[in-house]
């Protein structure tokens, strides 16, 4: 299987598309997976962005295994870019309308996901994350049995390392800005885009996972070294697009156009 390569299964409309942005992290990797739950018809997006051989077997196993739409980068496009990747093949293979969209090392409470599609359904709301539980539970898999409260916490402070949007916050807000590369401020850039547009983004308490944590950066000095740079190289940009450091923005339109 070659790199920049897709294998898609169009079956039928899938109104929940489940995306997940790899760069190795293989075991990690695989207990996402396994902890997917929903009652959603929904398609699976795994989106590799040059992984080594053995996560790239693996991507193709669960492709003949369980139907799992691939798509094989054949390099790092970045965190954003991957994002939009993600949502237009699940529109254009599946006609999805809600988007969740997760990191490849965290673990999903049972009920994480119909509890997120639930939400994001509001119509002030434009995209809900979970609730990250590291901190609350002695072990990771402890997730996995914690009781949801029934009254849920709608909190402005999105997580989005497993977070929701919806096709009406596309047309609404547009893409995630791909300029940011390869990581970070696409969140913070488009959490302000959203209150722009007068819609909210939240993080429902209802809504349970863990994370375990930039297993990537982590795993690989190489791809550390570039996000680091990319990070400074982000923040200049997000200063130069809004005029501050997020929460210190002066300007109401992107580089203060009129």
């Known amino acids: 299987m070659g790199k920049g390569k897709t294998m898609a299964r169009v079956l039928e409309e899938r109104e929940l ?4 942005p790899i760069l190795n992290c293989l075991e990690y990797t695989k207990q996402t ?3 997917i739950k929903t009652k959603h018809k929904h398609a699976l997006f795994l989106i590799d962005n040059g992984s080594d051989n053995q996560t790239v077997n693996y991507l193709a196993r669960l492709h003949d295994e369980i139907g799992a739409n691939v798509f094989l980068n054949s390099f790092n496009i970045g965190v954003a870019a991957t994002w939009n990747q993600g949502i237009r093949l699940a529109k254009k293979f599946y006609n999805s309308r809600y988007y969740a969209i997760l990191n490849n090392d965290i673990l999903l ?6 509890i997120l599609v639930k939400t994001i359904q509001r119509p002030d709301i434009a995209l809900v994350s979970a609730t990250d539980v590291c901190g609350r539970v002695a072990i990771p898999q402890e997730v996995l049995q914690l009781q949801p409260t029934k009254d849920g916490i709608l909190r402005e402070a999105p997580e989005f390392s497993c977070f929701m949007v919806k096709d009406e916050t596309i047309h609404k807000v547009g893409f995630f800005d791909d300029k940011f590369y390869p990581a970070y401020f696409e969140d913070n850039d488009y959490h302000r885009r959203i209150n722009l547009a007068g819609l909210k983004a939240v993080s429902d308490s209802r809504s349970l996972y863990y994370h375990f944590g930039s297993r990537t950066l982590k795993q690989d000095d190489k791809i550390r070294e570039r996000v680091n740079i990319g990070y400074a190289l982000n923040q200049d940009y997000y200063i130069q697009k809004w005029g501050g450091i997020p929460g210190k923005e002066r300007y109401k339109t992107p580089f203060n156009e009129k």
Not at 17 to 20: C, D, K, L, M, Y
Not at 109 to 114: F, G, K, R, S
């Open 17 to 20: 598309a489940i995306i997940i």
């Open 33 to 35: 997976i396994e902890t």
């Open 109 to 114: 409470h049972p009920e994480a996901l119909d």
